[in-house]
């Protein structure tokens, strides 16, 4: 039984919070939501695919490993689980850059050493900047994306003079939730939604015909608020960092849709 104390001790008590993606990142954020008094439901609404051109990855991550490349870039987490499935050893000579902190922890938890992350702008645009400022000679840059990631940091360092080498590291695909859950959003049930992606945000959309106005839609920043603004999605919290912690205390901040034993009848 929840005493009152224990309430106000755990902002998040009550709710139930639906985790878009599993495996060992949504096991942290699950973790997390735990320690704020959440109930986590993990529901996977996207995953990751090998790239179709499995040919030009391998190539480009040989060249990498010979030292051909100056920089790195890494603009998601996922990213870096393929440079660790594939055993990818990347020279001192070769600097890393990570488009934010989330992905700088991944790599460096992968064992990889991070030489820049975005000073304020945590988004490809950002660190595009960010390297083009620091940068003023022509470099040889290996972009690593998704396929379904628009080439906004390539056409940037070659609109500034670099030898960018662009392959695509992995597709990310839907996957159905199961009727329990989409029946929990549709009634209700769920309080908030975590939306850490444009492609999460398309999953949302296509999924979940009826979200009640009442459930919280949580975006991890601003380019993802924009995303799902775009395809129809009403965004109610936007994240003021785009880390997983930053985006679950946003959530903590408003106050439970529902009463937290409406459903336990």
Excluded: C
């Excluded at 529901?43 to 391998?58: E, G, K, S, V, Y």
Aim: charged share 20%; hydrophobic share 45%; proline share 5%.
């Amino acid at each position: 039984m929840t005493t009152a104390n224990e309430h106000h001790e755990k902002p998040l008590t009550g709710w139930r919070v639906l985790v878009p993606r599993g495996g060992p990142w949504g096991d942290g954020v699950a973790a997390s939501l735990r320690d704020q008094g959440a109930i986590p439901v993990v529901a996977p609404l996207i995953n990751f695919a090998a790239t179709t051109d499995a040919a030009a990855l391998d190539d480009a991550l040989r060249r990498l490993q010979d030292g051909e490349f100056d920089w790195l870039t890494v603009t998601s987490a996922t990213t870096v689980d393929v440079l660790y499935a594939q055993r990818t050893v990347v020279p001192a000579k070769t600097r890393i850059a990570a488009v934010g902190e989330t992905t700088a922890a991944a790599l460096q938890a992968a064992g990889y050493t991070v030489d820049l992350v975005p000073a304020e702008d945590n988004s490809s645009a950002g660190m595009a900047a960010d390297l083009i400022a620091l940068e003023t000679e022509p470099k040889k840059f290996l972009t690593l994306r998704s396929e379904q990631a628009k080439p906004v940091l390539t056409e940037a360092l070659l609109g500034a003079g670099h030898h960018v080498h662009q392959v695509v590291a992995y597709r990310t695909v839907g996957v159905p939730v199961t009727e329990r859950i989409a029946r929990d959003v549709a009634n209700g049930r769920i309080n908030a939604i975590l939306v850490t992606s444009g492609s999460v945000a398309a999953q949302v959309r296509e999924q979940f015909a009826v979200i009640p106005e009442e459930t919280i839609i949580a975006a991890i920043g601003p380019r993802t608020a924009k995303d799902a603004r775009g395809i129809g999605l009403n965004v109610d919290i936007i994240a003021d960092q785009q880390t997983v912690d930053a985006l679950i205390a946003a959530v903590s901040k408003f106050p439970l849709p529902h009463a937290a034993d409406e459903f336990a009848r």
